[in-house]
Each structure stands twice: as C-alpha cells, then as structure tokens.
C-alpha cells in the first residue's frame, strides 16, 4: 500500500504526540528527538486510545489501566511482553508519510503480544 500524507511535520514538535484519522483509522504520531513513529491509537489491552493518555520523554502510557510502551519501539514496558501495532512512517517536504498496513497486525485476541 502507498505512504499517505497524515500530517505536518510543523504540527508536531519533537517530545509531543497527535491523533489522526485515516481512512477510518486511527493512528497515533509520536515525535521523540526529531523522529516520527506512527502506531494504532489504541491499547493493546482494551483498545482504549493512547492518544488520551500521556508521553513524558519516551514512555507512553495508556489512561485507562496504566500500561506503559516505549514510543521509540512500541516494545510494552509493563507489561514487556504487549506490543503496539507500528506502521511505516516517511518525511518528504515537511509532510508526515503513513503506510495504512500495520507492520505488526493486531489479531481477534484482545491484547497483542509480540516476540520482542
């Protein structure tokens, strides 16, 4: 699948993250040191959107029950063993470049659980 604009990079300052819809998707954009990372906007545990909760320096962590990811990987901190579905992020002119197609698929579990 092709990279889509979803944003730009004026829009989101490093240390800062946003939530986007895209072809009725949510993504979640993490800037950390100048680099964009594009993940699902929702929790592996019950779905709830990240981008609700808070990110202090790399750790993102979920407002509902409190699990936290590292927003340079997507690797879980607590628990270690979740892991955020990751898309495919570009920067042409300024513009953020999303790939729809998740690098890592979420499957009908409700927690996703990487080999990380």
């Known amino acids: 699948m092709a990279f889509q604009k979803v944003a730009s990079l ?3 300052w490093s240390g800062e993250m946003t939530a986007v819809s895209v072809e ?3 993504i979640l ?3 950390i040191d100048d680099m964009v ?3 699902a906007d929702a929790c592996p545990h019950m779905r709830t959107r990240l981008s609700q909760g ?3 320096g790399r750790i993102l962590t979920c407002a509902t029950h ?3 990811f590292d927003a340079l990987t997507g690797s879980g901190i607590n628990p270690v063993t979740a892991c955020l579905e990751e898309f495919s992020v570009r920067i ?3 513009d953020i470049l999303v790939e729809l197609v998740a690098a890592c698929s979420s499957d ?3 927690v996703k659980w990487c080999e990380r």
């Open 108 to 110: 009908d579990k409700p």
């Open 92 to 94: 042409e002119n300024g």
């Open 10 to 12: 004026d829009d989101l």
């Open 54 to 56: 808070s990110l202090q």
């Open 37 to 39: 990372h594009a993940y």
């Open 66 to 68: 409190q699990w936290q």
């Open 24 to 26: 009725g998707q949510y």
């Open 29 to 31: 954009l993490v800037n």
